[in-house]
Nanobody, 121 residues
Framework: QVQLVESGGGLVQPGGSLRLSCAAS????????MGWYRQAPGKQRELVAA???????NYADSAKGRFTISRDNAKNTVYLQMNSLKPEDTAVYYC???????????????WGQGTQVTVSS
């Protein structure tokens, strides 16, 4: 059974940094899109940064210049380096992946359980 397991969240002061990791485990044939979303209290879930199947990266305007997404294909892992964090970055961060895993032959969308990021002094 496929699982997306996130780690790296926590409490950080404004201006600080955090690195989130998300590892996809289980039998996986291929991974297409993989990235990060976040949801703040009372708000809709929104894209932070993601890789598309074409290899391009997409960033939310709020993340550009501060966050960097990277991946290790050999480990089925995606990372999110977050620098210059602001209180408005406080949210639950979710890993998302579109991948093909048995018994299905088509890509299915998966979500991680989420990791809390709190930016506060």
């Amino acid at each position: 059974q496929v699982q997306l397991v996130e780690s790296g969240g926590g409490l950080v002061q404004p201006g600080g940094s955090l690195r989130l990791s998300c590892a996809a485990s289980g039998i996986i044939f291929s991974i297409y899109d993989m990235g990060w979303y976040r949801q703040a209290p009372g708000k809709q879930r929104e894209l932070v940064a993601a890789f598309s199947s074409g290899g391009r990266t997409n960033y939310a305007d709020s993340a550009k210049g501060r966050f960097t997404i990277s991946r290790d294909n050999a480990k089925n892992t995606v990372y999110l380096q977050m620098n210059s964090l602001k209180p408005e970055d406080t949210a639950v961060y979710y890993c998302n992946a579109e991948l093909v895993a048995p018994p299905k032959k088509q890509a299915v969308n998966y979500w991680g359980q989420g990791t809390q990021v709190t930016v506060s002094s």
